[in-house]
């Protein structure tokens, strides 16, 4: 069985108290939920704090990009090995506000995801299409490309280190959410991209987050979708209350 995965995408928010106040709220809350898998993604210069904060508890800390290489001359970036030497275990890549705002393309994403399961982290690797690509009815054909070229060379051995989020593009930050059933849908594709690339067993255990405007007041239809195995949150997911009650809504829907 899959356990679920939810994870706090801060974005560029949070002070470094707020940050403190979070955490410590989280902690309490949800520091030690049994059968559900937590993760918070802070901004880069909190990362360290937040990992010796959290010590103690199963929430685990992740960035929100990384460069794709270990080290050298590339102002302004992070490396996996910086993460992970700030107590990361995961990293999100692809996010459509890397693809959109910051042009980065499926070869960059790429790049990314092959050096960071290299260098021992986790991937969440976004996928979603934008609203006219919905609407011209290109949705599947936007993620296939996507999971093609984004995991182009990563092979069956690494496979059990990538998580998916499927995020369609017009439900992130904007208070549209995907129906469960919509949702659904493209879940399944996933899977069945995943069943055909590496096998029956590896898409079994794939494990595909939502995200896109998840709150306390959808999240339980959405985890009652059978291939939704978690969600990708964004502004809920700043108040300690809402990521938590997002969090405890898949104790009632995926756990025996
Ligand atoms: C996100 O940042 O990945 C996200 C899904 O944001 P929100 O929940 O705010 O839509």
Redo the contacts with the bound molecule.
């Keep these: 069985m899959r356990i679920p995965l939810f994870v706090g995408?801060w974005?560029m928010h949070m002070t470094r108290a707020e940050a403190e106040e979070l955490l410590i709220s989280l902690k309490e809350k949800a520091g030690n939920v049994e059968g559900i898998d937590v993760g918070v993604c802070p901004s880069f210069p909190y990362l360290s704090f937040a990992t010796e904060l959290l010590v103690g508890t199963n929430i685990k800390v992740g960035g929100q990009n990384m460069a794709w290489e270990n080290s050298g001359a590339f102002t302004g970036e992070v490396s996996p090995v910086q993460l992970r030497d700030s107590g990361c275990s995961f990293v999100?890549l692809g996010?459509?506000?890397r693809r959109h705002v910051f042009g980065e393309t499926n070869e960059m994403i790429n790049k990314k995801v092959k050096r960071a399961v290299e260098q021992g982290l986790n991937v969440i690797l976004?996928v979603g299409e934008k609203l006219n690509e919905r609407e011209q009815g290109r949705t599947e054909d936007i993620v296939n490309s996507q999971l093609q070229a984004g995991l182009k060379g990563v092979d069956i051995s690494m496979i059990d280190k990538i998580t998916i989020?499927y995020?369609p593009v017009w439900?992130?930050?904007?208070g549209k959410t995907a129906t469960p059933e919509m949702a659904e849908d493209v879940h399944a594709f996933i899977r069945n991209w995943f069943k055909t690339e590496f096998g029956k067993s590896a898409a079994d255990e794939l494990r595909i987050q939502y995200?896109?405007?998840?709150k306390p007041e959808n999240s339980s239809q959405l985890m009652a979708q059978p291939d939704i195995d978690g969600a990708?949150?964004?502004?809920?997911?700043l108040d300690a209350e809402s990521f938590t009650q997002i969090i405890f809504s898949a104790a009632e829907n995926k756990q025996e």
């Design positions: 995408n974005k999100i996010h459509s506000e976004c989020a995020e439900a992130i930050g904007t995200g896109g405007s998840v990708l949150v964004g502004g809920a997911s």
